[in-house]
């Protein structure tokens, strides 16, 4: 007994089973207190172990409402909630942390603040969207490379149980997701900036291998469709009025299933990201990401000429 009371006393003095320190870049969305509530308290019935957020860089972009509106008040709740060290700049951070969740609202900022995590080795989950255009994308792609440090990309609809069985469609020869996306001026690759949500959901039920995008655009919503390779047919359906929700409808060679259960998985995200910090193995293909951006970009260049079809390389 004695034995076994000096074990759990020599447990109790050891730090948390390879805890892994967290930090973050950009307070200037909401996903910073809801992935610090998930993996910094234990008695969240979400709670992921394994990591903890313990630092982070302000950021904000002063010509985007939802990030000048928001960012202070986020810093102030990450500091005073949860003891949250709030750092002058991303070098510093880097120091402090084993990990980075890259949250900044603004993809314009991406490219540039993820070259200081590549330089310090510093894996990396890029929220969305991971840029505001493709050139960045490829750009990011290129410096993880040269750096050999892994990173990954996700929206968090990718973990949905509307995405999970809409894929598992038996004889699966198309699908339908819808969304909203409305749009934020700075940001020419327009579908990026919200629209990424239904593309990515699309591409979780589709899988990669699309060749050609047609979209037609109005004020109040988008009509994308994507030809892959293979025959099928995806679509993104947009919504920037009217009720807004995020679904999908699938179609197999023995019946059609719609699921409307296609909301935010955060925890299940979440769990992918520990597991990636330690591992360094992404569990969504790079080449995948960059070919999300690659439909939004073709998507765009159909926009401006007037809804013709337009390939993806």
């Known amino acids: 007994m004695r034995l076994r009371f000096l074990v ?4 109790l003095s050891l730090p948390a089973a390879a805890q892994i320190k967290v930090g ?3 307070l200037d969305t909401s996903h910073v207190i809801a992935f610090t509530k998930i993996l910094n308290d234990p008695s969240n019935p979400n709670h992921v172990p394994g990591a903890k957020i ?3 860089y302000k950021g904000g972009s002063p010509d985007i409402t939802s990030s000048r509106e928001r960012v202070d008040g986020y810093t102030n709740q990450l500091q005073e909630e ?3 060290e709030i750092v002058a700049d991303i070098p510093t951070l880097c120091k402090k942390v084993d990990a980075i969740l890259l949250e900044s609202v603004d993809g314009r900022k991406h490219l540039e603040q993820v070259k200081p995590v590549f330089e310090a080795g510093k894996r990396v989950f890029i929220d969305k969207p991971l840029a505001a255009s493709l050139a960045d994308v490829m750009e990011i792609a290129r410096l993880g490379k040269k750096h050999n440090v892994p990173w990954w990309s996700s929206s968090s609809l990718r973990y949905s149980p509307a995405a999970k069985a809409a894929a598992s469609t038996e004889g699966l020869t198309g699908a339908i997701t819808w969304g909203p996306a409305p749009l934020e001026p700075t940001h020419e690759l327009d579908l990026s900036w919200y629209g990424i949500h239904p593309v990515e959901l699309l591409f979780s039920v589709m899988g990669p291998g699309c060749k050609r995008v047609t979209r037609i655009y109005t004020e109040g919503a988008d009509g994308i469709i ?5 025959g099928r047919l995806g679509m993104v359906r947009t919504i920037r009025e009217g009720k807004s929700s995020y679904g999908v409808t699938a179609f197999g060679s023995k019946g059609v299933m719609t699921s409307t259960d296609a909301g935010a998985q955060y925890a299940v995200m979440l769990g992918d990201v520990v597991e990636f910090f330690k591992t360094g193995k992404p569990p ?3 080449s995948e990401t960059i070919e999300i951006f690659k439909f939004m970009d073709a998507a765009l260049r159909s926009k401006k000429a007037g809804g013709k079809p337009v390939d993806l390389e």
């Open 8 to 11: 759990s006393l020599l447990l």
């Open 24 to 26: 973050l870049i950009g």
């Open 54 to 56: 313990v630092a982070a």
């Open 226 to 230: 994507g030809e892959w390779k293979d």
């Open 284 to 286: 969504v293909a790079e």
């Open 82 to 84: 949860f003891g949250v």
